[in-house]
């Protein structure tokens, strides 16, 4: 008997790929000295097929620990869409590990916000490339 494969996690629909792009300039706070948490995208790389691997890693300073439950992930789009309950099972303290992301082929530029114990905020803006399977 065959087993069916493994299902990808959808992380962005055929629709929501189609939803245009944010009007303007994407705003990104940088001023002043950060003890805020950092949130580092790690992979994929420049292009890859989906599904792909999709790790950030986290960290914090002074002490502080992530807090996983402030984790969120925004697609931004017009409207924005919210990814946070599609990586939840993959939030850990120390950063986001889904190996098997499922998006269609384009460039998705996505937000992730995250808060420390303190209650410090760090945030960052990537773009995801992918290609043709």
Do not use: C, H, W
């Not at 950060?34 to 580092?40: A, D, N």
């Not at 002074?62 to 409207?79: N, Q």
């Amino acid at each position: 008997m065959l087993s069916a494969p493994a299902r990808a996690t959808q992380l962005i629909t055929e629709e929501e790929a189609k939803l245009p792009p944010p009007k303007g300039a994407i705003a990104a706070d940088r001023r002043g000295i950060l003890r805020g948490p950092k949130v580092e995208f790690i992979s994929p790389g420049d292009s890859m097929s989906s599904p792909m691997p999709l790790v950030l890693k986290f960290e914090s300073f002074g002490g502080a620990k992530i807090d996983p439950e402030s984790v969120k992930m925004i697609f931004l789009r017009t409207p924005n869409v919210d990814l946070t309950p599609r990586v939840k099972p993959f939030v850990k303290p120390e950063g986001i590990n889904m190996q098997d992301a499922e998006l269609p082929p384009g460039e998705y530029t996505v937000r992730v916000d995250i808060k420390d114990s303190d209650g410090r905020a760090g945030t960052t803006i990537f773009t995801l490339k992918v290609g043709p399977k």
